[in-house]
């Protein structure tokens, strides 16, 4: 992980315009990488995840990940976007971290299947849940607004 990051602050550093340029394609390959990443383990531990729902642990991180991102939001200030980034950092635990410990500590496969299954859920979560917060802010300045129009 240090190396990416030093290349990449080395290139920010010394070509600013070059970094700004290959900014957003580095973004796209490392969401792709990600992405693949994610489908391939989950691919190759299915079985290992149909088990995992039918005894309800997806359910209970689910409701962790929304609890998590929700905890953040409301703790993040009066503004949205720091309420944003905090729901976000609150939600977003490192499974890369976690697979790393889960892998070499742990020889049971649903270990890694948990991880697997929580690191997708959060992914998709949270990104449902950033995607209304704008929604949602609209529909509260909106009935300030009317509040202020009546007074």
Same mark, same amino acid.
């Given at each position: !992980?240090?190396?990416?990051?030093?290349?990449? $602050?080395?290139?920010?550093?010394?070509?600013?315009?070059?970094?700004?340029?290959?900014?957003?394609?580095?973004?796209?390959?490392? %969401?792709?990488?990600?992405?693949?990443?994610?489908?391939?383990?989950?691919?190759?531990?299915? %079985?290992?995840?149909?088990?995992? #729902?039918? =005894?309800?642990?997806?359910?209970?991180?689910?409701?962790?990940?929304?609890?998590?991102? =929700?905890?953040?939001? $409301?703790?993040?200030?009066?503004?949205?976007? @720091?309420?944003?980034?905090?729901?976000?950092? =609150?939600?977003?635990?490192?499974?890369?971290?976690? $697979?790393?410990?889960? =892998?070499?500590?742990?020889?049971?496969? %649903?270990?890694?299947?948990?991880? !697997?299954? @929580?690191?997708? #859920? !959060?992914?998709?979560?949270? !990104?449902?849940?950033?995607?209304?917060?704008?929604? #949602?802010?609209?529909?509260?300045?909106?009935?300030?607004?009317?509040?202020?129009?009546?007074?």
């Amino acid at each position: !992980m240090l190396i990416p990051l030093g290349i990449g $602050l080395l290139i920010k550093a010394k070509y600013e315009a070059i970094a700004v340029n290959i900014q957003p394609i580095t973004f796209k390959i490392s %969401n792709f990488g990600l992405i693949l990443g994610l489908a391939v383990r989950l691919i190759v531990h299915f %079985n290992e995840i149909i088990i995992l #729902l039918k =005894t309800g642990v997806i359910f209970v991180y689910a409701i962790f990940i929304v609890f998590s991102f =929700t905890v953040g939001y $409301l703790l993040g200030g009066p503004g949205i976007d @720091t309420q944003k980034v905090l729901g976000v950092g =609150t939600a977003q635990r490192n499974f890369a971290a976690a $697979l790393l410990i889960g =892998t070499s500590n742990f020889d049971d496969p %649903n270990v890694v299947s948990i991880i !697997m299954v @929580t690191s997708l #859920l !959060m992914m998709v979560i949270v !990104m449902i849940l950033e995607q209304k917060l704008p929604e #949602l802010d609209q529909v509260q300045q909106t009935q300030e607004v009317k509040q202020v129009e009546i007074s």
